[in-house]
């Protein structure tokens, strides 16, 4: 039986709206106050308080939850009595997930007649549930792929289940402590606001033009989201070239309401780096303060690399700026403040990122990296060794969100590492295959070449790949500053916070130079380690503002008018790289094979589904060459002509439009002369003919 639209949606909508209701309840639950530590405040006008908020607010909302849930439960027996088998599994998992649960008070000894090990009393209900929806999901996934299934929306309920549940395992700060929260640093929210709005801007300005075209990449990215609403991709936990296909599903419904154009392929990349502007954010004010933060945030506004790659689907790392920001905000202020619910929300920000893209399998190695260096430091062990509650919470977190990929990864493990064996010099022979080819190279020497190269891609070399840009990652003013940042750094690296993204830096810029090839990809691959990078200048920033005010006097608003007046300068520079120097130099795209393609998808794109298309080309330019014009295609059937032209092409119906690449321009003549009547009109790339379109409709 075909699912229903509404069953799937509706259903999936319900299972949030529970998980949303089991998150107020379980908070209504909580009998004494939190601190943001996650410590308790237990003073008799705090209970007092508490016991008056949970009457108010647990009285409802847990009854409310099960009627929910026993509506669920209605429909899915209502369909399931019209043979909709598959759909009424989703409503009875959304009314299970309304009705089991509220009845869970914490820990397993509470209202339970049968007696159980004392190890086992004291693990929260809310991990045991996890575990559970955790293992059904596998196991869901798991007989899906054996059947042959295309249907894991189930399997993604109960994974979003279980990492719900996980979360609500561990105790969180009330609703006041937030509001308290928001009022206490309202003037910041509303500074870190502006600059937010600053990024949509340069993020979503002209977003249908800006690049001008589709590269290949996007185009193949652009497919397989349309695979997804036409039923061609089903499996949300597998991979796409080696990265993580989840997030093609969100891509995939925004294609549903914007159709298939270059602008629905770019909305959740653009959204992505608005958003990674205000997870650096926290993060840098966690490391160093506000005003670090606020020049950070400001520098992932307005590069201009971090713009680019806002705009493009093809290259995923833009994302590190959100999740590996987030991961590492939670992860560190839960080991500054013990709070064990920070940390499992850390780790399942960073599990989610695998779904995104292959650079989530980087930081995960620097932080392991950065505990173990913290262990054997003296004076910082103890920063680890008295917080382990809170890593195995951060670990926890990361393993159940990490699980379905976790389980494609084993199932699966040539499409997982499909990045490295095509990319990686340590898997598919690159350096073998060098030295066999020059068998007197100097191998430490060319090893340093290539280190250099990824280094210098952030100061000198241009970004080729996916970008084409005439900069390189950072413009001159800030790639300055970089190097007074490393100076300064270095004389701090003892300070766990440097310590921490000097191995970040270093460790992504040998990774990128030693391990992956080509060279020429270095720039765009370094957007791993732009989160450090930012935060270090900004850093630096901030110490040369607050030397050039003591000069000044002193005053708090010297040094805040220098660092606005130094983000306004690197503004300047970046939109001018970016809006005029890039925008206007039809570069993008590589070349000029890649650009025609693009434009022959904009002629199709203006074909009505069922007509007719010829397309005139050669070897190297066809339509299937390049993905953009597949994706771009509404549905016209389209007949490629490569060979020498030969009038009778087969087909049951007439043709409707020829496309002619200029190399082929002198069939003309003999188009006209077949098929008489028709329009020639001259598509042209910047000024420079790309393509003849004959149409005879």
Request: hydrophobic share 50%.
């Amino acid at each position: 039986m075909p699912l229903d639209p509404i069953n799937v949606w509706g259903a999936i909508l319900v299972a949030i709206a529970l998980d949303l209701g089991l998150m107020l309840w379980a908070q209504g639950q909580r009998q004494v106050p939190r601190t943001v530590d996650g410590s308790s405040d237990a003073s008799p006008a705090h209970v007092g308080a508490a016991q008056s908020d949970t009457d108010s607010r647990g009285s409802w909302i847990g009854p409310a939850l099960v009627l929910i849930s026993v509506a669920c439960a209605l429909r899915g027996q209502w369909l399931l009595t019209h043979a909709n088998v598959a759909g009424s599994l989703l409503w009875f998992l959304a009314a299970g997930a309304g009705f089991v649960i509220p009845f869970s008070k914490g820990q397993l000894n509470d209202g339970l007649d049968v007696p159980l090990p004392a190890t086992v009393h004291r693990i929260p209900r809310f991990l045991i549930v996890s575990g559970l929806l955790s293992l059904v999901a596998l196991g869901i996934i798991i007989f899906r792929e054996q059947a042959g299934a295309h249907f894991y929306w189930d399997a993604v309920i109960l994974w979003v289940g279980s990492c719900i549940a996980y979360l609500l395992a561990f105790r969180w700060p009330g609703w006041a402590w937030l509001r308290e929260r928001v009022y206490a640093h309202r003037w910041e929210i509303l500074l870190v606001a502006g600059i937010t709005v600053l990024a949509a801007l340069l993020r979503f300005l002209w977003l249908d033009r800006i690049p001008d075209v589709m590269n290949g990449d996007e185009g193949l990215h652009g497919l397989f989201a349309r695979g997804v609403l036409e039923g061609a991709n089903r499996h949300p936990f597998s991979t796409f070239y080696g990265a993580g296909s989840l997030h093609l599903f969100v891509v995939a419904m925004v294609e549903k309401f914007l159709g298939y154009t270059s602008l629905a392929t770019r909305v959740i990349p653009a959204i992505g780096g608005v958003l990674g502007v205000l997870a650096t954010f926290l993060l840098a004010r966690r490391l160093f303060g506000p005003r670090v933060a606020f020049v950070a945030a400001g520098l992932v506004a307005a590069l201009h690399s971090h713009i680019q790659f806002s705009r493009v689907l093809g290259v995923g790392y833009i994302y590190a700026t959100l999740f590996a920001s987030l991961g590492v905000y939670l992860l560190y202020g839960a080991l500054e403040t013990g709070s064990r619910s920070r940390a499992a929300l850390g780790g399942v920000a960073l599990g989610l990122w695998l779904y995104v893209y292959v650079d989530s399998r980087f930081v995960p190695a620097v932080l392991l990296a950065w505990f173990l260096i913290l262990i054997v430091l003296p004076r910082q062990r103890a920063f680890i060794l008295s917080n382990l509650k809170p890593v195995a919470a951060f670990g926890g977190g990361y393993l159940i969100a990490a699980a379905p990929m976790g389980l494609w990864a084993l199932r699966h493990w040539e499409d997982f590492g499909a990045r490295f064996s095509s990319d990686g010099t340590l898997w598919n022979g690159y350096y073998a295959h060098v030295l066999a080819q020059n068998p007197k190279l100097n191998l430490p020497q060319f090893l340093l070449d290539q280190l250099g190269h990824a280094f210098f891609s952030i100061t000198r070399y241009p970004i080729w790949d996916f970008y084409q840009s005439p900069a390189p990652l950072l413009d001159l003013l800030t790639a300055a500053l970089f190097w007074l940042a490393l100076i300064y750094s270095a004389f701090h690296l003892l300070d766990r916070r440097h310590l921490l993204l000097n191995i970040w830096l270093w460790s992504g810029v040998a990774a990128v130079g030693l391990l992956s090839v080509p060279r020429s990809s270095d720039g765009y691959r370094l957007l791993t380690v732009f989160i450090p990078i930012v935060i270090l200048v900004a850093v630096v920033a901030e110490q040369l503002a607050q030397r050039l005010s003591d000069a000044l006097g002193g005053q708090a608003w010297a040094s805040w008018s220098i660092l606005v007046v130094l983000l306004v300068a690197v503004l300047v520079i970046n939109v001018n790289i970016y809006f005029r120097q890039f925008a206007t130099s039809c570069r993008y795209g590589g070349d000029r094979s890649t650009r025609t393609a693009y434009f022959m998808g904009t002629v199709l794109a203006k074909m009505r589904p069922g007509e007719h298309a010829i397309v005139l080309g050669n070897e190297y330019l066809h339509y299937g060459t390049h993905a953009s014009a597949q994706y771009l295609n509404p549905g016209v059937a389209v007949q490629n002509v490569t060979e020498p032209l030969k009038l009778d092409f087969g087909s049951a119906s007439p043709p409707q439009v020829f496309i002619v690449v200029p190399e082929r321009g002198n069939d003309l003549g003999a188009l006209q002369g077949a098929y008489p009547g028709g329009q020639v009109t001259e598509v042209e790339d910047c000024g420079t003919l790309s393509l003849y379109v004959y149409a005879v409709r």
